[in-house]
Nanobody
């Protein structure tokens, strides 16, 4: 599976962005999908995940209620709708695919290249 993240940009505090992660290959629907982010000088951290069929979602406490993860298996694409953005959401956002349901970067099987999100105060 090859992943391509897009949709990042510069937004003011309180604004919204929608990230996309397009997957190539016919096995996208077999994978649980996850968003991570990494701010400068910080470790990569889990943001949100969604099960292979889309029926299960889970979020980091820091984004719960503000971000929504979804997927369209017919389009081989995953999304992250980010609302009420804060300066601390500034990071490079990565999408990842995993056979396992998990939040640790080490269990991911495939990674996208990342897209920059910058939230100005």
């Amino acid at each position: 599976v090859q992943l391509q993240a897009s949709g990042g940009g510069l937004v003011q505090t309180g604004g919204s962005l929608r990230l996309s992660c397009a997957a190539s290959g016919h096995t996208f629907s077999s994978y649980n999908m996850v968003w991570f982010r990494q701010a400068p000088a910080k470790e990569r951290e889990f943001v949100a995940g969604i099960s292979w069929g889309g029926g299960g979602t889970y979020y980091a406490n820091s984004v719960k209620g503000r971000f929504t993860i979804s997927r369209d298996n017919a389009e081989n694409t995953m999304y992250l709708q980010m609302n009420s953005l804060k300066p601390e959401d500034t990071a490079v956002y990565y999408c990842a695919a995993s056979r396992e349901m998990g939040v640790a970067p080490g269990v991911m099987d495939y990674w996208g290249q990342g897209t920059q999100v910058t939230v100005s105060s």
